[in-house]
């Protein structure tokens, strides 16, 4: 069984910053690439941000320059720092991580349950 579980998320005025958290736990026996997408009310939901198991990152036009993911594998975690929040990234904020399981050789994808973040004066 594997778990992912965000934190961090919550109201902000606008130019502010939050930082997500996102901890993977279970019976894990490698991680791959971790992401953050989000989703909108009435929306699809849309990657914002990856990161390699080396750390290598790629990040969605919307976000270039204000977010930063970034990960600890040590503690199995993954973050992303947003700051000069905008009205438009108010959202419901996912990570998704690619892990093999020590009872599989099969490499599947992960969801935490979400967390919602929300920008507003």
């Known amino acids: 069984q594997v778990q992912l579980v965000e934190s961090g998320g919550g109201l902000v005025q606008p130019g502010g910053s939050l930082r997500l958290s996102c901890a993977a736990s279970g019976n894990i026996f490698s991680i791959y690439d971790m992401r953050w997408y989000r989703q909108a009310p009435g929306e699809q939901r849309d990657l914002v941000a990856t990161?390699?198991?080396?750390?290598?990152?790629n990040y969605a036009d919307s976000v270039k320059g204000r977010f930063t993911i970034s990960r600890d594998n040590a503690k199995i975690t993954v973050y992303l720092q947003m700051n000069s929040l905008k009205p438009e990234d108010t959202a419901v904020y996912y990570c998704?991580?690619?892990?093999?399981?020590?009872?599989?050789?099969?490499?599947?994808?992960?969801w935490g349950q979400g967390t919602q973040v929300t920008v507003s004066s």
């Open positions: 990161i390699t198991r080396g750390g290598s990152t």
């Open positions: 998704n991580a690619e892990i093999r399981t020590r009872s599989s050789a099969t490499i599947r994808d992960y």
